[in-house]
């Protein structure tokens, strides 16, 4: 079934790899025009993640444009309300409409217990992974009900939004807010046929799952552990024999819950976890 969201338009932050420029792909694939965000640059001094670059977002407008669709883009960090809105608000200008916002923006940082996780890595894991959920929707809904046509707004959580695990508590409780937030904008949009849904990974293959420290976390036991080591103890995670699932496995679920068939769908929790949550 193809232009599945044929001549809407999707707003997606944390778009200039990984699952963003994959939902920003897969959504263009199926017809829609763009408009893509992304910080570019590190947001935390304690990541073992390498941040987006400015040529990665470039790259996913490239990769949209020769899919014959168009792309707005834009440098943002989603903790800034006022940068978001201006990129929200210069993307519907030149696109014409809104009718998808994907909050898919995140970061992984730290790697303590709790009890001895450092501020800074809490208030910045706070301010991207749960108020920045929070802000981009905040920019975008006054342009889907300006719209009149109703909408669709995927926010990402994760398996660790419904269930937790040791030594990401602070994850954990952004992705937990992330489902809250989606159930009160839901309860709150559904008069005005708007539709709010997540999803939930389990471990995706993207520069944020498959480093060098979150390797380590995994396979503690070993001194350079690889993809293959890490593989061992992912896969228990799960009841599917995987370690992990491909970023366009999230994309399918998005472009599912941003199209037609999922009409009646809202205040959802969409797992795609390979059977994360059976264990």
């Not at 696109?95 to 898919?104: C, E, K, P, S």
């Not at 009149?148 to 040791?166: D, E, F, N, Q």
Request: proline share 5%; glycine share 10%; charged share 20%.
């Amino acid at each position: 079934m193809a232009g599945r969201v044929e001549g809407k338009v999707a707003f997606i932050t944390g778009a200039a790899r990984g699952q963003g420029r994959s939902h920003a792909l897969r959504l263009a694939q199926e017809g829609a025009d763009i408009i893509a965000v992304d910080v570019c640059r590190p947001v935390t001094d304690t990541s073992a993640i390498p941040a987006s670059t400015p040529d990665d977002l470039a790259e996913t407008a490239d990769l949209v444009k020769g899919l014959n669709r168009r792309i707005v883009t834009a440098e943002v960090d989603v903790r800034d309300f006022d940068a978001l809105k201006s990129a929200v608000d210069s993307g519907v200008e030149q696109l014409g409409r809104l009718d998808i916002v994907v909050a898919n923006a995140g970061i992984g940082n730290g790697g303590d217990t709790l009890d001895k996780t450092k501020e800074s890595d809490w208030d910045d894991m706070i301010g991207v992974n749960l108020s920045g959920v929070w802000k981009t929707v905040k920019a975008a809904v006054p342009h889907l009900l300006s719209g009149g046509r109703g909408g669709s707004i995927v926010l990402t959580s994760s398996v660790g939004g419904l269930k937790a695990y040791p030594n990401t508590g602070h994850y954990i409780a952004a992705k937990h807010g992330v489902i809250g937030l989606m159930r009160s904008f839901a309860v709150e949009l559904g008069q005005h046929s708007i539709r709010v849904n997540s999803v939930c990974p389990t471990n995706v293959n993207t520069p944020m799952f498959m480093n060098e420290g979150t390797m380590k976390l995994f396979r503690p036991d070993l001194e350079n552990p690889g993809p293959d080591d890490m593989a061992v103890v992912a896969q228990l995670m799960h009841v599917l024999p995987v370690g992990w699932v491909e970023p366009v496995d999230i994309s399918n679920a998005v472009l599912f819950l941003a199209s037609e068939e999922a009409r009646y769908i809202t205040g959802l929790p969409v797992t795609v976890d390979a059977g994360s949550m059976l264990k």
